[in-house]
């Protein structure tokens, strides 16, 4: 298995199947228009903007599951992306990524890589006590736990790595250099 045998339905309400992109190393991203994180947009627009012609691309995946974050609907969350972050990278159309709901490119990506926590930091620190306090005993699962997770695939569509929202885009990028 790799994500090339799963499908996503795009933002403009397309099926897309991830064998279009074999080849491609990729940087799969859940996100929100209401977050903490958001402005993670524009740095993943940098990274695809930058390795796009070297055969990267990032696909966002709205989630309305972390404290109603992307409350909006297809139509919204487009424009917002676009004119808010000049987002041009593809989108998908809102899923949810967590829990019995997800879908199955979401259950695949996490079972390929698991939660190793949210690293160093203040940020990191306060948003583990957030966590921690709203998962409880399933905080060290393998679930997705906020917006703005981000899953490395390489060319052959296997799993690389998984940085949780406390990561920025760009640094990433050696990672992503690395496969390109």
């Excluded at 199955?104 to 926590?117: A, D, I, N, R, V």
């Excluded at 399933?138 to 899953?151: A, E, H, L, S």
């Amino acid at each position: 298995m790799s994500v090339y045998d799963y499908e996503y339905t795009s933002i403009e309400k397309k099926p897309i199947k991830m064998s279009e992109y074999e080849g491609k190393v990729l940087l799969i991203v859940n996100t929100a228009s209401k977050c903490g994180f958001t402005p993670q947009y524009k740095g993943l627009e940098e990274l695809y903007q930058k390795y796009k012609d070297q055969g990267f691309e990032v696909i966002g995946f709205p989630c309305n599951q972390f404290m109603e974050q992307e409350p909006g609907d297809e139509k919204d969350i487009s424009e917002f992306c676009s004119v808010r972050y000049g987002v041009t990278f593809p989108l998908s159309g809102k899923v949810e990524v967590r829990e019995e709901n997800a879908i199955p490119l979401y259950q695949y990506l996490t079972s390929q890589k698991g939660f190793k926590g949210l690293g160093k930091g203040l940020k990191a620190k306060g948003m583990e006590l957030m966590l921690k306090g709203r998962y409880k005993d399933g905080y060290t699962d393998n679930q997705i736990k906020w917006n703005f997770t981000k899953f490395l695939i390489d060319r052959k569509g296997n799993v690389i790595e998984r940085f949780e929202p406390t990561v920025e885009p760009k640094d990433i990028a050696a990672n992503i250099e690395k496969l390109l």
